[in-house]
């Protein structure tokens, strides 16, 4: 089936920068030329074989893989998938008939791939891939016959988002598309035959994504964010170029992420939050005039997320965004009234498009328990089964792990959610890492994080706290920490700390605060404004100056940050007086820094900056830079690398073993 279902799979594809989604990108400016970057850190060589030892751990885990972005074949007897067991994401088939049989694998690239599609007509795929995780991702194809790899799209580099290659199309796929410096997004059309040239047919005057194409390719559907919880969808002619905004109604403001059409192309398939708490399905007419509604009825806040439609028009997959878990739910494709909501694990995933005959769906899940595996949901019985029953080596020797989920009291008398991990061997008071996901408008789930199996499966408490500002717990929550109450936010992290810290199972002081992206300035906010409660920071490319960080990078993150924090050159004072550069004298515990060299997000520099900073001050920090990362760690090499030099880094500035006691 090749008409493609938007992704929202798991956290190291989508949210964690300081954006709204990993298809809006549009980066930073390249570094001035006359700033001189700061140099990493190399390991002393009396602590080589403290970290051969460590990075033997890691290694175990890291080698645990997962598959994900499964896609069925045209004729359903295969799967084609990513899946990072070679150590970078690479291409997979699976044959539905033989299980147990190991996947085939199709790419041998050096760089990660994503978004596979199978092309009607011809034994080839399209995928994604981009160079040293820039993501400026370019579009190839495959041919399955002869295994050579051509580029669809040569010359310029964009960032491009996933292509959609509609059923009767005439073999044409569609894309959105942006320059790494302007506001303005576009959507293109171009054949998938190589040598082919793309046709720009409409420009988005604010950052836009491509939601989805009609099966006859005559339509597509296109989102305008306006901020951070605000945007507009467009339906718009594929031939002409004319547009149509059909949602939300004037004067109303909604946000979403994905939009899907129904087969015939008559009705458009909306998840929303409609300007309210809750989870909204909203069925419109090519006018915007509402069909149809289904209400998230197990939730009274929590939003929807991507909708899969069967070939017959006549159910739909959705998922359900819960905050600290995803759910599914199956519905009438006409009324919208619910058919069933699948008994799934706790975890974190979704349904990525029915197989061609209608009778299942791919589902892509996993648990803090287990790595991200591809299943098969039967729509008559109900039962899921696993794709491929493959061993996964080094899952069976990791310890157990709890999962706890509480809810602490916070200081304006709401609740902060808060997921806990330990390994019930491990015996208390044990350090924490307290890690802060990205976004902001995000939240940590339950799910498989190599990073949180190796320090548990060593001796620590894992604690990823959903603070104001975190999705699927409603808008108000999301909207929380909006401008001037940012400032809030730290208040919530002294809640979660105090809380913490009251546990029996938790030494109070040896609390680690930790995260990446925004995390990352939750992070240095911590050991800047709260060195009373943490005992060391670990930031994964955070940005320590957050009016040089909007100055740096694109208009269009420009135009979606100033709700969020503030516009620059109105609201210089606060930037400056909310960023940790600003409160350096105050802090006092270690930090270890990690930054991706080719970071198209949160550029380099702002690491540098922090680095040096800490360095003139003469406080304790250390600083890891992958040459071949961006936003990311994707690559088995810097996963076990920073792995074993922060536990190190922990070991000698919190007294502590690194051994499970």
């Given at each position: 089936m090749?008409?493609?279902?938007?992704?929202?799979?798991?956290?190291?594809?989508?949210?964690?920068?300081?954006?709204?989604?990993?298809?809006?990108?549009?980066?930073?400016?390249?570094?001035?030329?006359?700033?001189?970057?700061?140099?990493?850190?190399?390991?002393?060589?009396?602590?080589?074989?403290?970290?051969?030892?460590?990075?033997?751990?890691?290694?175990?885990?890291?080698?645990?893989?997962?598959?994900?972005?499964?896609?069925?074949?045209?004729?359903?007897?295969?799967?084609?998938?990513?899946?990072?067991?070679?150590?970078?994401?690479?291409?997979?088939?699976?044959?539905?008939?033989?299980?147990?049989?190991?996947?085939?694998?199709?790419?041998?690239?050096?760089?990660?791939?994503?978004?596979?599609?199978?092309?009607?007509?011809?034994?080839?795929?399209?995928f994604s891939s981009d160079k040293g995780a820039n993501e400026l991702w370019s579009i190839f194809k495959l041919n399955l016959d002869n295994g050579k790899i051509a580029e669809l799209t040569p010359g310029e580099s964009m960032q491009r988002d996933a292509p959609i290659v509609p059923e009767l199309g005439k073999g044409q796929m569609f894309y959105s598309a942006r320059n790494i410096g302007k506001i303005e997004s576009y959507l293109y059309t171009q054949s998938v035959k190589v040598g082919s040239t793309p046709r720009k047919f409409w420009t988005g005057t604010g950052p836009s994504v491509l939601l989805d194409v009609s099966r006859d390719g005559q339509y597509a559907l296109a989102e305008t964010f306006k901020s951070v919880s605000s945007a507009e969808l467009f339906l718009i002619n594929t031939d002409t170029g004319d547009a149509r905004k059909i949602y939300?109604?004037?004067?109303?403001?909604?946000?979403?992420?994905?939009?899907?059409?129904?087969?015939?192309?008559s009705r458009i398939l909306l998840p929303t939050d409609d300007g309210g708490e809750q989870g909204i399905l909203l069925a419109l007419d090519h006018q915007g005039k509402e069909l149809a509604r289904y209400t998230e009825t197990l939730s009274n806040v929590g939003r929807l997320l991507g909708v899969s439609v069967s070939p017959d028009d006549k159910q739909l997959v959705v998922g359900f965004d819960a905050g600290d878990h995803t759910e599914l739910r199956i519905l009438d494709a006409n009324t919208l009234k619910p058919i069933m909501t699948p008994t799934l694990p706790f975890g974190t995933g979704g349904a990525l498009g029915f197989?061609?005959?209608?009778?299942?769906?791919?589902?892509?899940?996993?648990?803090?328990?287990?790595?991200?595996?591809?299943?098969?949901?039967?729509?008559?019985?109900?039962?899921?089964?696993?794709?491929?029953?493959?061993?996964?080596?080094?899952?069976?020797?990791?310890?157990?792990?709890?999962?706890?989920?509480?809810?602490?009291?916070?200081?304006?008398?709401?609740?902060?959610?808060?997921?806990v991990y330990r390994s019930p061997t491990a015996k208390g008071p044990l350090p924490v890492i307290v890690f802060f996901h990205g976004g902001p408008a995000y939240a940590s789930k339950a799910r498989w994080e190599p990073i949180l199996r190796y320090f548990t499966s060593i001796g620590y408490a894992y604690a990823e706290p959903n603070i104001r500002g975190s999705t699927g717990y409603g808008r108000a929550y999301e909207q929380a920490d909006n401008g001037p109450k940012k400032v809030n936010v730290f208040k919530d992290m002294r809640s979660v700390a105090t809380w913490i810290g009251q546990q029996p199972w938790a030494d109070k002081n040896r609390l680690v605060i930790a995260g990446q992206s925004y995390g990352g300035f939750i992070t240095l906010s911590g050991v800047a404004r709260q060195s009373d409660l943490w005992a060391a920071g670990v930031d994964k490319y955070g940005p320590p100056d957050l009016l040089s960080l909007i100055k740096k990078t694109s208009g269009a993150i420009r135009a979606v940050a100033g709700q969020e924090y503030g516009v620059v050159g109105k609201d210089d004072e606060?930037?400056?007086?909310?960023?940790?550069?600003?409160?350096?004298?105050?802090?006092?515990?270690?930090?270890?820094?990690?930054?991706?060299?080719?970071?198209?997000?949160?550029?380099?520099?702002?690491?540098?900056?922090?680095?040096?900073?800490?360095?003139?001050?003469?406080?304790?920090?250390?600083?890891?830079?992958?040459?071949?990362?961006?936003?990311?760690?994707?690559?088995k090499e810097n996963q076990i690398e920073f792995l074993s030099r922060v536990t190190l880094f922990l070991e000698q500035n919190l007294s502590f073993s690194g051994k499970s006691k």
């Amino acid at each position: 089936m090749i008409h493609k279902t938007r992704r929202y799979l798991l956290p190291s594809l989508m949210l964690s920068g300081l954006m709204l989604s990993t298809h809006v990108l549009a980066g930073n400016q390249a570094l001035d030329n006359d700033i001189p970057l700061v140099a990493p850190d190399k390991p002393k060589l009396q602590d080589k074989g403290a970290l051969a030892q460590y990075a033997a751990k890691a290694e175990k885990i890291i080698n645990v893989y997962s598959d994900s972005y499964p896609s069925y074949s045209q004729d359903g007897r295969s799967v084609f998938f990513v899946s990072d067991r070679s150590g970078n994401s690479q291409l997979y088939k699976s044959d539905l008939s033989d299980p147990s049989a190991p996947p085939k694998r199709l790419t041998q690239l050096s760089e990660r791939v994503k978004d596979p599609v199978h092309l009607s007509g011809e034994n080839a795929l399209i995928f994604s891939s981009d160079k040293g995780a820039n993501e400026l991702w370019s579009i190839f194809k495959l041919n399955l016959d002869n295994g050579k790899i051509a580029e669809l799209t040569p010359g310029e580099s964009m960032q491009r988002d996933a292509p959609i290659v509609p059923e009767l199309g005439k073999g044409q796929m569609f894309y959105s598309a942006r320059n790494i410096g302007k506001i303005e997004s576009y959507l293109y059309t171009q054949s998938v035959k190589v040598g082919s040239t793309p046709r720009k047919f409409w420009t988005g005057t604010g950052p836009s994504v491509l939601l989805d194409v009609s099966r006859d390719g005559q339509y597509a559907l296109a989102e305008t964010f306006k901020s951070v919880s605000s945007a507009e969808l467009f339906l718009i002619n594929t031939d002409t170029g004319d547009a149509r905004k059909i949602y939300p109604r004037e004067g109303h403001t909604a946000m979403f992420q994905s939009g899907s059409f129904s087969k015939d192309g008559s009705r458009i398939l909306l998840p929303t939050d409609d300007g309210g708490e809750q989870g909204i399905l909203l069925a419109l007419d090519h006018q915007g005039k509402e069909l149809a509604r289904y209400t998230e009825t197990l939730s009274n806040v929590g939003r929807l997320l991507g909708v899969s439609v069967s070939p017959d028009d006549k159910q739909l997959v959705v998922g359900f965004d819960a905050g600290d878990h995803t759910e599914l739910r199956i519905l009438d494709a006409n009324t919208l009234k619910p058919i069933m909501t699948p008994t799934l694990p706790f975890g974190t995933g979704g349904a990525l498009g029915f197989s061609p005959d209608g009778k299942n769906v791919l589902v892509n899940w996993s648990t803090p328990e287990s790595p991200a595996d591809i299943y098969q949901f039967d729509i008559a019985s109900g039962k899921m089964t696993v794709l491929m029953s493959t061993v996964k080596p080094g899952l069976e020797e990791l310890p157990p792990l709890t999962t706890e989920r509480v809810e602490i009291p916070a200081f304006d008398g709401g609740k902060i959610p808060m997921l806990v991990y330990r390994s019930p061997t491990a015996k208390g008071p044990l350090p924490v890492i307290v890690f802060f996901h990205g976004g902001p408008a995000y939240a940590s789930k339950a799910r498989w994080e190599p990073i949180l199996r190796y320090f548990t499966s060593i001796g620590y408490a894992y604690a990823e706290p959903n603070i104001r500002g975190s999705t699927g717990y409603g808008r108000a929550y999301e909207q929380a920490d909006n401008g001037p109450k940012k400032v809030n936010v730290f208040k919530d992290m002294r809640s979660v700390a105090t809380w913490i810290g009251q546990q029996p199972w938790a030494d109070k002081n040896r609390l680690v605060i930790a995260g990446q992206s925004y995390g990352g300035f939750i992070t240095l906010s911590g050991v800047a404004r709260q060195s009373d409660l943490w005992a060391a920071g670990v930031d994964k490319y955070g940005p320590p100056d957050l009016l040089s960080l909007i100055k740096k990078t694109s208009g269009a993150i420009r135009a979606v940050a100033g709700q969020e924090y503030g516009v620059v050159g109105k609201d210089d004072e606060f930037l400056l007086a909310l960023s940790p550069i600003s409160h350096l004298d105050k802090i006092a515990v270690p930090l270890f820094v990690y930054a991706g060299a080719n970071d198209p997000r949160v550029p380099r520099s702002e690491s540098d900056m922090i680095v040096a900073a800490m360095r003139a001050k003469q406080l304790p920090v250390e600083y890891m830079v992958a040459d071949n990362e961006g936003h990311s760690m994707v690559r088995k090499e810097n996963q076990i690398e920073f792995l074993s030099r922060v536990t190190l880094f922990l070991e000698q500035n919190l007294s502590f073993s690194g051994k499970s006691k």
